[in-house]
């Protein structure tokens, strides 16, 4: 008997809902794109041919084709309302202080705490099962009725799944564009000469408001689903925590960093742990949303004008500020490049005091079209250079002159020239100019390259400035009265930078080649370069047919580095490295013990915060040792090595089962194997 036409359309429905939720709540397809696509055709093709049994909540009919003249307004049945804010710890503590206090007791609070997204409240209504209408925050009583809009959004369900929904369900939520649909977005508005949007938020409030669907359609929006309005029919559960899960398994998506912490130090561990991951979450967050996670306690407590008593958002310090432009420099770096810099009327952003912000280059001055004088939108987000973002649009009240590159190095006074398609000017002085002297002795001396102690940028300025050390080589020949001589040193700050230099003469192959400071050659590429050779010597001697056949090297980077052991002067320097008593300790040496170590050819991944080391040292051992490291974990992964705050992937780990070891663990195997 054939299957009912009505049948295999409900039957094709439940599956591309099905598939939906796994991909886009619980990020885990369970079928390739294509296998989705083949069964939404398949129901479009029998829809088309039976009209009769179209509904407005199938999976086909996201995109309706009429754009509309403006938007409706539509009342809250339930107000939204808005969240009082804390900027500090002192604060947050107030703010428990005072739950405890209302609610008379003192044992500590179990909230619940989940990054605060930066985009557009919305809330969605669904009346048994299906999507009825999705409107904007606006007053918090009256919003825009954006449902046209909503519907084209493929993570968001027309039909909730499973039958035990309420019969009436309001679910708030933020819409947000993700970071890399955002850059995405900007590019093809770029390439076309469009316009470009400011920050993902503006992009998701510009996507969602639009009267034609079909726009909106095209861009990238998410959601994530915070809390429920009206709630008809059942009860959801007796914490936030659980609704939120409940909300889950109904096909609404919901952040995965949601957690339950007990008490206010948890919550401020929290707050640290998402702010040093910020800049790496797939979207862009303002701050920490804390909820005292029992709905009773949440009764309890109640409102105060619009805001809950049972929540608080805990903002991250601005990354953008408005500031003025008083002057442009420009700055010399390690391989030359001219950078020009702005000077600015000091500004706090990003959690610092900012008086320089990069302009990178000419053609973004001229792109942006920044001048002296400008108000100006800086970013600062997270260790990253501060940067001048944007001319406040309708500030610039007079003519302005507008900004010309030097022909002459602002420090040497070498010419600048810049290449034909190239954004960058260089200071054709090489190492007779000071500034590429000093950056490049910077450079040598960082963290990930020979990780001199206590030489820090002030102190090689000092030294180049004074002519003590031309070369990274010089470093090694300094004595502790001749640093202990110079202004703001002491005698025993002198001794301990002695002694560090001394601890950095025997650098791994790959840390002594980043340390050249050679174009281009970063530490990837500077592993893969000592992977390959092996030595100094073969380094050294490569050619560029060569070269270009080690991983990730192209042929501009195989190029410099040719030039650069090309250059007399850089194997002299080379040379009196190894004579001042530097021992590259080539990979062959490291090599011969590899297949008896412990972690050799195993898949590692690192997580959370080490005790002693950071994630970037731990990788190096395990690298040195011949390990692989990764990223994610998955069924591939032999260790998961895991520190505080390990979060999801330690999760990940337990579920597949892969071996959890902590870092003395990793220590000890490193030493027994050797
Ligand atoms: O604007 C908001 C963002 C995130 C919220 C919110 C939220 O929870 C994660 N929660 C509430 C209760 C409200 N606004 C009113």
Known sequence: MPVPVEKQIQELREKLRYHSYQYYVLDDPHVPDAEYDRLYNQLLALEKENPHLVTADSPTQRVGSTPLVAFEQIQHQMPMLSLDNVFNEDDLQAFNQRVKDRLKTDEEIEFTAEPKLDGLAVSLRYEHGELIYAATRG???????????????????????????????????????????????????????????ANPRNAAAGSLRQLDPEVTAARPLGIYCYSTGVVEGAVLADTHYQILHRLRDFGLPVCKEIKRLHGVSACLEYYQEISSRRDDLPYDIDGIVYKVNSIDLQKRLGFVARAPRWAIAHKFPAQEEISRIIDIDFQVGRTGAVTPVARLEPVFVGGVTVSNATLHN??????????????????????????????????????LAEIKMLTKCPVCDSAIEQIEGEAIARCTGGLYCRAQRAEAIKHFASRKAMDIDGLGDKLVEQLVEEDLVHTPADLYQLSIETLASLER????????????????????????????????????????????????????????????E??????????????????????????????????????????????????????????????????GEAKEKLLASGAKVTGSVSAKT??????????????????????VIDEATMLKRLVNSN
Do not use: C, W
């Open 638 to 659: 032999d260790y998961l090595l895991a520190g505080d705050k390990a979060g999801s992937k330690l999760a990940k780990a337990e579920k597949l089962g892969v071996e």
């Open 362 to 399: 000419m053609d973004e001055i001229r792109r942006k079209d920044i001048r002296i004088g400008d108000q100006v939108i800086v970013r600062r987000a997270g260790d990253v250079i501060p940067e001048v973002v944007r001319v406040l649009p309708g500030s610039r009240k007079k003519a």
């Open 489 to 548: 040193m002491a005698e025993k700050s002198a001794s301990k930078l002695v002694a560090a230099l001394e601890r950095s003469k025997q650098p791994s192959l790959s840390r002594f080649i980043f340390a050249l400071g050679i174009r281009e050659v970063g530490e990837t590429t500077a592993m893969n370069l000592a992977n390959e050779f092996k030595t100094l010597s073969a380094i050294q001697h490569a050619d560029y047919d060569q070269l270009i």
């Open 550 to 615: 080690v991983q990730d090297i192209g042929p501009i980077v195989a190029q410099h580095i040719v030039n650069f052991f090309q250059q007399q002067h850089n194997l002299e320097v080379i040379e009196q490295l190894l004579s001042a008593g530097v021992q590259v300790v080539d990979v062959k040496q490291e090599a011969t013990a590899q297949s008896n170590n412990f972690f050799y050819g195993k898949t590692v991944v690192i997580t959370g915060t080490l005790p002693t080391m950071s994630r």
């Open 139 to 197: 007053d918090g009583s009256t919003g825009e009725n954006v449902t046209q809009n909503v519907r084209t959004m493929q993570s968001v369900p027309l039909r909730l799944l499973g039958s035990d929904y309420p019969d009436v369900l309001e679910v708030r939520g933020e819409v947000f564009m993700p970071k890399a649909g955002f850059e995405r977005l900007n590019r093809q508005a770029r390439e076309k000469g469009g316009k470009e949007f």
